[in-house]
């Protein structure tokens, strides 16, 4: 009899952190079981991404390395995740929307990184009435009297004042990032106006999923992890390991 895959991921988030004889075959068998079968909850789709992410930093071995990031890699095209996209928003999975109210650093970040999958939230966006108040410094000044002379709505005037290739979300931004007045200035105008964002998946998208970092050596784990926690007063006066400006 099949084992059911509810089983399978819990004998994988019990072996997970176990290093030793025969883990990693135990893992990697458990792992290939899981990249074919499908969870039935979104909690249990969560669960499993936080496993492949734990093993991704601490893995057992260069076999065992392959397979969780060949998951991670393909996490968005599960049909299980894309059951439950709904209730997995704001999780940093790949494949799920996110919704914020994002700094305006981060914001600019965000329509540069990923531009296409960036809009305004407008149903979250209480501040709606300031931006039509404002929307009179961030257009052109020919275009100032057409703001007089119709009755849009914010999100209608975005609408027609955007690029066809360009959302309301960067369009907004950019037009921030051009106003007549200093960094400061224009992060103090943004930031007062609370704009709530929803960015969409996408292969550009920012996510836990596929944060990892690109530098340094893989390191194995071949013993149990060191959860004890250090004695501040010699780890103070112990030299670091290494220091690399950045």
């Known amino acids: 009899m099949a084992v059911r895959p509810l089983t399978l991921l819990t004998r994988l988030e019990r072996s997970k952190s176990v290093y030793g004889e025969g883990s990693a075959a135990q893992k990697l068998e458990l792992l290939r079981q899981l990249d074919r079968r499908r969870l039935s909850s979104a909690d249990q789709v969560a669960r499993l991404h936080e496993a492949l992410c734990f093993l991704q930093a601490y893995p057992d071995t260069r076999r065992v390395l392959t397979q969780v990031e060949h998951m991670l890699d393909r996490y968005d095209r599960?049909?299980?995740?894309?059951?439950?996209?709904?209730?997995?928003?704001?999780?940093?999975?790949?494949?799920?929307?996110?919704?914020?109210?994002?700094?305006?650093?981060?914001?600019?970040?965000?329509?540069?990184?990923?531009?296409?999958?960036?809009?305004?939230?407008?149903?979250?966006?209480?501040?709606?009435?300031?931006?039509?108040d404002l929307l009179q410094f961030l257009v052109p000044y020919s275009e100032t009297p057409a703001l007089d002379m119709v009755a849009y709505t914010p999100r209608k005037w975005l609408d027609e004042l955007k690029g066809p290739q360009e959302t309301d979300a960067v369009f907004l931004i950019r037009r921030f990032q051009a106003l007549r007045a200093d960094d400061f200035a224009q992060e103090?105008?943004?930031?007062?106006?609370?704009?709530?964002?929803?960015?969409?998946?996408?292969?550009?998208?920012?996510?836990?999923?596929?944060?990892?970092?690109r530098t340094g050596p893989v390191v194995f784990q071949k013993g149990p992890l060191n959860r004890a926690r250090p004695d501040l007063v010699t780890a103070v006066h112990s030299a670091p390991l290494a220091v690399r400006p950045v």
């Open 78 to 132: 599960r049909s299980d995740l894309r059951r439950h996209t709904a209730e997995l928003e704001n999780t940093g999975i790949a494949g799920t929307d996110f919704h914020f109210r994002f700094f305006y650093m981060t914001a600019i970040w965000l329509s540069l990184r990923c531009p296409g999958q960036l809009k305004i939230d407008w149903p979250e966006f209480d501040n709606a009435g300031k931006l039509e």
């Open 188 to 213: 103090l105008i943004y930031e007062n106006l609370d704009v709530p964002l929803q960015i969409l998946p996408g292969p550009d998208t920012p996510s836990r999923t596929r944060a990892k970092g």
